[in-house]
């Protein structure tokens, strides 16, 4: 006999975590309402993951271990991302800074042929506050604006 670890997104945006030994029956509660409180003021609700275990033990292990996470490492582990589950495991004083991990990442984007020219020109910035103001009033050094 199976027994599963659950995580449900609630319609709050809300994510429930649950074990069971019947995750079509129990799923199927949730969405009925009246089985759990929580879930019941938050439905519908959509399965988001789950993970089978030889035992209700192992099973109940595993809830009492997600439960208590953040909701970026439950989002990491819904997506599979592994590394990002080890991340948000540390605590965030010992974490790499997200930007050099991301650095070390493929982009999933190809620089197009126009990147490619345009690399050696000088880019110019069209934001309204680092061009000059782009006609806009700007304001006075004394702080009272610009009359």
């Known amino acids: 006999m199976a027994f599963w670890t659950y995580i449900l997104l609630c319609y709050d945006g809300r994510y429930y975590t649950g074990h069971t030994d019947h995750l079509e029956r129990r ?3 949730h969405q009925h309402g009246g089985f759990c409180d929580f ?3 938050r439905r519908p609700v959509t399965l988001v993951w789950s ?8 099973a109940l292990e595993a809830e ?6 953040s909701r970026a490492k439950k989002d990491a582990l819904i ?3 592994w590394e990002m589950v080890s991340h948000f495991a540390k605590p965030p004083h010992e974490r790499p800074d997200l930007l050099l991990v991301a650095e070390h990442a493929p982009s999933p984007f190809v620089p197009s042929e126009v990147e490619g020219r345009e690399a050696g020109r000088k ?6 506050d680092t061009n000059g103001g782009g006609g806009m009033a700007s304001p006075r050094r004394d702080g009272r604006g610009v009359k």
């Open 64 to 69: 009492r271990r997600i439960k208590p996470w």
């Open 79 to 81: 997506r599979g991302d």
């Open 51 to 58: 993970q089978d275990f030889a035992t209700r033990v192992e």
């Open 39 to 41: 879930t019941s003021r």
């Open 27 to 29: 799923i199927a509660q």
């Open 123 to 128: 880019r110019v910035s069209t934001s309204l």
